[in-house]
Each structure stands twice: as C-alpha cells, then as structure tokens.
C-alpha cells in the first residue's frame, strides 16, 4: 500500500477499492467519508455506524481532500 508522509492515515493499493485513497486498515474510501460529511451525517453518527473510524481519520480525509483541490489548481 503506497502512502505519503503528507497523509500517513491514507492508502492507496491496486487490490483495494480499484486503487482509490482508503483510510489505512480499512476499505472505506476517502471518497466514502468525503460523501457522508457532505449528505449532512455528523462524526458522532459516522463513529455510530463505524466504530473503527476515528476523529483523526476523518480529518485526515478533509486534508486529503483540500490538498487534492489545491493540486489540480495549480496543474490547470
């Protein structure tokens, strides 16, 4: 699984998910995290329905994500 030391929680592995960014340890996505943050779920709801998702790891999402941005900014 291939990280980077800007996103030490994020993973990203051929075999899982079809290569797309995952919290490490687990099979859910960033993507899956971005998604329900935005549908309106609160962290209190998605630590119910996920226990082994951390505060930590949700914020580590919203960077990836904001770090993500930024990159295709600069390369338009």
Known sequence: MHTSSDHPLIGIDSE??????????TRIGVEDVLGWLARGMTHAEIFEDFPEISEEQIRACLHYAADRESHIRLVA
């Open 16 to 25: 899982i998910r079809f290569g797309r960014a995952c919290l490490l340890g």
